[in-house]
Nanobody
Framework: QVELVESGGGLVQAGGSLRLSCAAS????????MAWYRRTPGTERELVAS???????NYAESVKGRFTIARDNAKNTVHLQMNNLKPDDTAVYYC????????????????WGEGTQVTVVS
């Protein structure tokens, strides 16, 4: 079994910064892509940023130049540094990790964090 624990959300003024973290623990053999999504009420979850195990990064257009995703493989952790935050960034943020569990030939599954609220006020 795998557990993902998110931290770092909160309330911030526009122009401010927050750093989200998501740490995975459990029966983990390998982690490939790590990603952050967000969702506002009444909308679908949208991809914010992702990073592959070869460090290739991908960002939503709305956050390019402001957000940076990074991974710490030794700690099974992914971070999202969010700078110059805007009220439109207000959402619940979720991490998603593609994880292989058990033996080296084990299955790959997508695991989600529980979500952390980010609120940006003007």
């Amino acid at each position: 079994q795998v557990e993902l624990v998110e931290s770092g959300g909160g309330l911030v003024q526009a122009g401010g910064s927050l750093r989200l973290s998501c740490a995975a623990s459990g029966s983990i053999t390998d982690i490939s892509t790590m990603a952050w999504y967000r969702r506002t009420p009444g909308t679908e979850r949208e991809l914010v940023a992702s990073i592959t195990n070869s460090e290739r990064q991908n960002y939503a257009e709305s956050v390019k130049g402001r957000f940076t995703i990074a991974r710490d493989n030794a700690k099974n952790t992914v971070h999202l540094q969010m700078n110059n935050l805007k009220p439109d960034d207000t959402a619940v943020y979720y991490c998603k990790l593609r994880i292989r569990t058990g033996p080296a030939w084990g299955r790959w599954d997508d695991w989600w964090g529980e979500g952390t609220q980010v609120t940006v006020v003007s």
